[in-house]
Each structure stands twice: as C-alpha cells, then as structure tokens.
C-alpha cells in the first residue's frame, strides 16, 4: 500500500481555523470568556414563559408539526408548563451551558442544534401518545453529557485522580437519576399542582448520548489539531 | 331523616337489621350456634368502557348441626346496582326477581317458614347489601354468586375501581354487640379483574396487593387483565384498583348507545372529558379544615392526620388556614386565619397528629364552626374529612343544604371509609358547588388528595350546563351541572325515543367568558351492545331522585313510589326494592313475572359477544373535537430536571470550576516542561 504524505499547507486547508486555544492548558484563557451565549438563550427561555401566548406557539404539538410549524421542533425546549418545570431547567441550563461554552462554544452550539431536533424526533417516534413536549430538560442533559466528558478528559490530562474521583460520583448520581426515571417514571399520581406535566426519561438519554458524542468528537478532532500544531512547531 | 332516625336508635337498628359491618357472614349472638364458614371467596371484574360488572361467587359452609339461614352483609358499592344474584342450596339452583321491598320480603318469609328454599337480598339505605339464605343444611354448604354493575369516571386520566371488604366502622355499639360475625375465608380468595380500555393504559397498580397480584397486559394498549390470589384470609381489607391512561389523550365526548329496536325506548351514557386550558390560580386562598373526630373514626383516624398532614405540608405560604374538629361539638384546634408558613404549618401538624376520636357526631356544628369568621375578600374552600355519620345536634340533610346556600363558600369532601354517608356528604358539596371523593383506607390518600388539590388550584369553568338537540332526550340527569372542574369527567345517562342526528352544547364561564363546546353525532336507531345501561341509567335515576329528597327539593312519598317503580321495572335493588330468590316452580306457583331473567338473558349475550369482540371506541367528536386542548391527566410531556437533576449538575459545575484552577496551574507546569524541553 502506497502512503502518500499530505503537505503541512494540505493539512492546514483541511482542518478548520487554528488559534491558541488547541494547546495544552487553553483552560486558563477559555475560562475567562464570558457565557455570553447561555445567558442570551437562558433570558430568551425567561421571556417565553413571562409571554404564556408565545409558549403556545413554540412547544412541541403534534398536531401543529403535521401541519407545517416545523420551528416547534427546535423551540419547544425553550417552553415550559409551571414555574417549578423552568426553575431547575433553567438553572441547571444556564450553569452546563457557562461549563461548556467557556470550553469550546462550537461544540456547545453544535450539541444544542443536534439534541434538539434528535430530542423532537424521539420523541415524536417512541411516544406517540405524547401530543404536546416542552422543557429544557434533554437540552440539559446534553449539555450535561459534552460537560462530563470534557472534565473526564480534562482531569486525565492532567492526571486528576481525586478530581476523577468525584466526577465519577457526579456522574453515577445523574446515571442512578435517568435510570430511577425509566424504571419508577409511571407514578399513579403526580401532584398536578406542582408537576402539571410527566417527566420524558427518553430526552434525558437521547441529550446526554449526542453530548457524550460530540464531546468526544470534539476532543477528537482537537488532538488532531494539536498534534499537527506541534509536528508544524518541530519542523 | 329515616336513616337518621335508625342510626340513633341503635338498639332497635340491632334487632331489625343486619347491622354494619364489612363483608361476612353473621348469626345472633345468643343463639350459641356458629357463623356460617366463608368456604371460598371470588371476584370477577370487568371494566368495559366506563362501567364495571363485578360478581362475586361465595361458597358457606353450615358447621353446626342443624338447618341454618345463613345472613351475609356486604358493604354497598358506590352507585353499584344489584342486578343479579344466583343461589345454590343443595341441589335447588334459586335466582332473584326484584319485587317491592315489603312484598320481596313478605314472599321470602313465607317460602322460608314453609322450608322452602329461598333467599332475600336488600339493600340497607347508603351502607350495605344484606342477603339472607334459607335454609343451609346441617352440614352442608350454599354458594351464592351476586352481580353489580356501577360506571367508573377518570379522574384526571386516572381511573379507579374499589371492591369494598373493609368495616365501614360506622357501627353503633349496641347492633354490634347482637351479632357474631365471621369474615374469614377458609379457602382461597380470588380477584381477577380485566381492564377493557378504549383508550390506551399506561399503568395499573394494586395499592397493598402487589405481592399477590399479577398483572398482565394484553395485545391492545387498554386491555390487561389482573389476577390476585391468596390462600385464606380474613374480607378486611378493600381492593383498590387503579389504572392510568395514557397523557395527552383528546378532550372527548363519548356515547354508548342501547336500543333494543327501532319501536323500543333507547339509554345512552354520555361521557364528557373536557379539555380545557385552565389556568393554574396563583392568588393565595383560604381553607378551613374540618375534621371529624367522632368515635366513628377511630379506624380511621390515621388516614385522616396522614392525608391533611401532606396537604398542610403542601400549602402555599400565600396561603391562610384555620382547622376545626368535632364530634358531639365543634372545636378550633386553629382558631383565627394563620399564614402558611412552614412554622405555623408545622405547628398545626403537631395539633393534628394528637387528634383522638371519641364521642358522637355533630357535623352540622362542626360546619357552622367554619363558617365563621370568613374574610368575604379571599376565596374560602372548606376541606371536610368525615365518615358522614351524624347523630348529633341538627342531622336533617334539607338542613345542611339551607347552610351551604347560605354562604359562598365551597366544601370538597373526603369521605373515609365504606359504609359512610355518602348521600349526605352529596347534598352539602352539591349545595356549595364543591364536590367529594370517598377514600378506602388501602387508597393511595395522597394522590387522592393531590387530585382534589389539582382542582382546588386550578381556574374551573362556572355555571355548566350540558343540551342534547336534535334528539328529543328525556331522563337525563340534570341539565345543570354548576361547577366543571381541572380532571373531572362528566357522566350523564338518559334515554331516547328516536335515533337521528344530534349535538350535544356543554355551556360554561370561564374567567367572564361564555364558553361553547359542542359536536355533533348520531344516536343510532339500534344498537345491542350495551343491555346494562339500562340498570346504570335507572340507578342513576333513583339517585338524582334521592338527593332532591334529601335537599328538600321532592315530596318523600313521591321519591318512594318513583324509586319503587324504577327497581321493579329495570330490576334493581334500592332502597325500596328487594331481590327475592326462588326456583323456578315458586315463582310460577306464585305467578311472578320473569323480568329478571329476561334481562340477564340480554345482558349475557350482550356480555359474549363483547368479550369475543376489541374494545369499541365509543368517541362521537374524532372528526370535528369539541374541545381544542388535551383532557389533563397526569399533565403534558416534558423535559424536567428536576431538583435532584439540578443539584447533580452544580456539582458538576463546581467541579468543573475547581479542577479548571487546578488543572490551570498543573499545565502551567506541564507548559514551563513543555517548554524546557524546546
């Protein structure tokens, strides 16, 4: 087999752009970049629900998508049914959200876009009875998933064992909560009051899975990026 | 006001009835003789559409030497019509035919002094069916099997079955003290029950049975079938049984038609399950506990503290409350309005979890106790947990119906226990556009209270009233239905001449709004399927006659004599009807018409092909809905985190901001080596 070697100029077009932030120890530099974009959209969910007409026409209804209004897909995430669904949607958004974007707010954006439209389509697919879908919750988890495993790989880098240690807790704790939700989802009662809707485990697992991919991906394709900064740094 | 009068006069009640107790077989307690033995025990349940047939197979066994009528009392199912009830002595097979209560009884008497087998079943007012058996050989063994049919409505998608066993615990000492009584089963006790749901079930549960039960669901969403079995045991105990139906289902109108012919009068059951957008109510309200605490409820007192301990607990702080107790008088455990807050709720906790049931019941004072000192400027809701039984004081039900109109207030009831005074408790939460929900001690109490508390917070539409045009339909239940709530479904019965097209308008206000919903249908010219609605629509009937009754609103003797009419003609047991048992020879030797048998002959046929047949889907609305939004069960679909969901995730964000620092400063060094390798 005949192994042609690509120029460095090659390699270069064909791998987005380059900056400082691909090295070893970006962190210092990345944690100084404001959330700017989980706090835009986490006000953007705040305005939705102070504007219940608008929640209307932005959740996920069945009926409604077959009709055309295809924006439901991606805006019903930013819709909610009471102020105790937004509450913690809503803060557990706006601190995974700060966690990645600081980190790298592409795959932060990237994940968003993906988990949103494959959340809705889950959704639409496996429960069928479910006519109308709205909260925060899956984009959370994915958000969750691409946090989780960058600071895996974070704390491997720089060979964290205590900081492993506790991520492994954390993440356990959020595995046992997902599992807990599909095995003892089907609660006879909810308090209607204070839960005017049932939880949907099947978002949780379908966000948490695209965020763990991309992460990965993601980390992928910056090893990539640096190994390439540091063959071009030695030649 | 006769009910009443019995109650007080429990020596007297002793002697002339069964008395109250659960499901179980009695015999005089100065006879010496031995109760019956309850042999085997066995119940077979159908839920079909929005109605359930329950039958109940029971096998005696005569332990004593000598000839026995064996007397078996059974607590009344909620609405349940007895419709049929079979009998085998020895090898005599007797079946029931509905006579007037005097003649029913006049024509057993008879039969059984001639030592003629015979048997009697009647109903005794609000509480029980009693049967009576005669005569069970020395030695030998009867087996009775009796069937009742009784429409099951979903509550906020959530639908729910009770086969009544538990001790009502409303007794009065001294009828007790005449009877011995026998509850335990020897052999096996059975339930099996099968769901038939149109629509599709998302979960079934057995509250205390789950170790026993098994649950098995069938190819259709809706249709599971539950089987619990147990070898010996003591009938103390209620079967709940629930089921959930899927989230997000149409708000629907659904009609189940019986006409026999083209020539022939038609039933139907309209059931409505608005789905409507109520608004969640975030203005702070007031409620006023109001707490029995008779000797009634001494069994029951637990559920009681458990159930209004988790409603406090839940309160809102913009909310006030007060709570009064009572037995033979009312007392303010919190007597002036006190906030919500955790510590004065924690500190009316504390009041309650002490209560002790003692003394009779005074309801009625309990209720004016409440009704003082209102803040005519908040919404009031009074929550009444009570078994009913009032004996003391003011206990006429035109009485509490006057005190209800008279304040504008409303009383959601809880009404613990069987054998409790649900006709009463009808009359004050009618009169107040409230409503009531009976609780078994095997409920689940709190959701049964979250549901009500569902309601309670949620916008609900006002002065409701339902129309059939185009089909001239008579015997309906009343047209006015005052107050719909959040999860509630409308049940109507009422018949039809001629089958046609029709539309059906649920009229209501919603928040100042006049509001329509409407569709329109066919009642079909002839249809077959459903023979018991004719039993269901004549219950229902003798109960809406018995609420005006009671509120004063119909002349007693013309209830009676209506009741009387509807129990023979549709053959069901009331209050003024009884249910005798004969061969078929005494009932041809005594020229009594076979009405019954004609009717179960129906309903059997009926019953075979339905069983052999999916479950029909009965909605009139599929093409053009009446209502725009989803009937609310459990709620919509969504994505919740949660607080434990949250908390994991500032974990992760601290750890993410504390290993950043640390890693920040680790790659400082790995970047110096990085460089002094360079």
């Given at each position: 087999m005949k192994i042609t070697r690509k120029s460095s100029d090659q390699v270069k077009r064909s791998l987005p752009r380059l900056n400082k932030r691909h090295a070893p120890g970006h962190h210092r530099e990345e944690a100084r970049r404001f959330p700017v974009v989980s706090l835009v959209l986490g006000l953007a969910v705040l305005a939705i629900w102070l504007f219940p007409a608008a929640s209307a026409v932005l959740e996920l209804d069945r009926q409604a998508l077959t009709g055309g209004q295809l924006w439901r897909v991606m805006t019903c995430h930013f819709t909610h049914w009471s102020a105790d669904h937004l509450a913690w949607d809503l803060t557990a958004f706006v601190i995974l959200g700060a966690l990645c974007e600081v980190r790298d707010r592409r795959g932060m954006l990237g994940v968003l876009l993906v988990s949103a439209v494959m959340i809705s389509l889950g959704t639409w697919v496996f429960l069928p009875h479910l006519n109308a879908y709205r909260g925060l919750s899956g984009l959370d988890s994915a958000l969750f998933g691409l946090a989780a495993v960058f600071l895996v790989h974070e704390r491997l880098h720089v060979r964290d064992f205590r900081g492993l240690v506790l991520l492994a807790l954390v993440l356990g704790a959020f595995a046992a909560k997902v599992a807990y939700e599909i095995g003892y989802g089907g609660t006879v009662f909810v308090d209607s009051t204070e839960a005017t809707m049932v939880p949907v485990p099947l978002a949780h697992v379908v966000g948490c899975a695209v965020g763990c991919m991309a992460a990965l991906w993601r980390i992928h394709w910056r090893s990539r990026r640096v190994s390439f900064m540091r063959e071009r740094k030695n030649n | 006001m006769k009910i009443m009068i019995h109650v007080c006069l429990g020596v007297a009640a002793a002697v002339m009835s069964l008395s109250a107790f659960g499901a179980g077989t009695l015999v005089p307690a100065q006879s010496g003789l031995q109760p019956m033995q309850i042999t085997d025990h066995a119940v077979e349940v159908v839920i079909n559409n929005g109605f359930a047939k329950t039958t109940v197979t029971q096998t005696f066994h005569n332990p004593n030497g000598q000839d026995l009528e064996a007397l078996y009392a059974f607590p009344l199912p909620k609405s349940g019509s007895l419709s049929e009830v079979t009998a085998t002595l020895g090898e005599k097979v007797i079946n029931g035919e509905v006579l007037p209560k005097d003649k029913a009884k006049a024509v057993y008497e008879e039969e059984r002094d001639s030592g003629n087998e015979a048997g009697l079943a009647s109903q005794d007012s609000y509480k029980r069916f009693e049967f009576a058996l005669s005569p069970v050989r020395a030695h030998g063994t009867a087996l009775i099997t009796f069937v009742y049919y009784q429409p099951l409505a979903i509550d906020t998608g959530v639908g729910r079955y009770v086969y009544p066993l538990e001790e009502g615990g409303t007794d009065d000492p001294a009828a007790m003290s005449f009877w011995t009584r026998n509850e335990t089963v020897a052999g096996r006790i059975t339930v099996d029950v099968e769901l038939k749901s149109a629509w599709p079930v998302t979960d079934v549960r057995t509250p205390g049975f789950e170790g026993l039960s098994t649950i098995k669901q069938l190819e259709h969403d809706g249709h599971y079938q539950i089987h619990m079995e147990r070898d010996g045991g003591v009938l103390n105990k209620d079967f709940v049984f629930y089921y959930r139906l899927a989230d997000n289902l149409p708000g629907r109108v659904e009609v189940i038609p019986y006409k026999p012919a083209s020539d022939k009068p038609g039933t139907f059951m309209l059931v409505v399950t608005p789905g409507l957008d109520l608004k969640p109510l975030d203005n702070g309200a007031d409620y006023v506990f109001v707490l029995d605490t008779s000797g009634s409820m001494a069994g029951k007192l637990h559920a009681l503290t458990e159930g209004v301990t988790k409603v406090l607990g839940k309160m809102r702080p913009q909310d006030r409350f007060r709570i009064v107790t009572f037995e033979s008088r009312a007392h303010l455990l919190v007597g002036s309005w006190q906030a919500a807050t955790a510590e004065n709720v924690q500190r009316a906790i504390g009041k309650v979890q002490v209560l002790q049931a003692s003394g009779s019941t005074n309801l009625h004072d309990g209720l004016r106790g409440a009704l003082s000192?209102?803040?005519?400027?908040r919404a009031t809701s009074i929550i009444l947990v009570t078994d009913g039984v009032t004996n003391t004081g003011v206990i006429a039900p035109r009485a509490f119906h006057k005190l209800m109109k008279e304040h504008d207030v409303r009383v959601f009831g809880f009404l613990m226990g069987n054998s409790s005074n649900w006709p009463l408790m009808r009359v004050i939460c009618d009169a107040s556009g409230g409503f009531y929900a009976s609780v078994s001690n095997n409920d689940d109490i709190l959701g049964r209270i979250l549901q009500a508390k569902g309601k309670v917070l949620h916008e609900c539409l006002h002065d409701a009233s339902l129309r059939i045009r185009g089909v001239k339909a008579y015997g309906t239940t009343d047209g006015y239905i005052g107050k719909v709530y959040r999860g509630q479904q409308l049940v109507f019965f009422g018949r039809y001449d001629k089958g046609g097209d029709a539309t059906v308008e649920l009229k209501a206000r919603l928040t100042g709004d006049d509001k329509v919903y409407s569709t329109t249908f066919t009642f079909p010219t002839?249809?077959?399927?459903?023979?018991e609605l004719e039993r269901l629509w004549a219950l229902h009937r003798v109960e809406a006659l018995e609420l005006r009754r009671d509120a004063g609103l119909e002349d007693a003797s013309e209830v009676e004599a209506a009741v009387r009419d509807l129990g023979v003609n549709y053959q069901i047991v009331t209050n003024e009807t009884s249910m005798v048992m004969l061969t078929g020879d005494a009932f041809a030797r005594r020229g009594i018409q076979r009405r019954n048998q004609e009717r179960i002959a129906r309903e059997h046929k009926a019953q075979a092909v339905r069983s052999s047949q999916p479950v029909k889907n009965y909605r009139v609305d599929k093409t053009k809905s009446a209502f725009r939004h989803s009937a609310p069960s459990i709620g919509n679909g969504g994505g919740a985190f949660g607080p434990v969901s949250g908390l994991i995730s500032v974990c992760l964000g601290l750890a993410g901001i504390m290993g950043g620092h640390r890693a920040g400063r680790r790659s400082q060094h790995g970047r110096a080596a990085f460089s002094r390798r360079s």
């Open positions: - | 000192n209102l803040d005519g400027d002839v249809d077959t399927d459903n023979p």
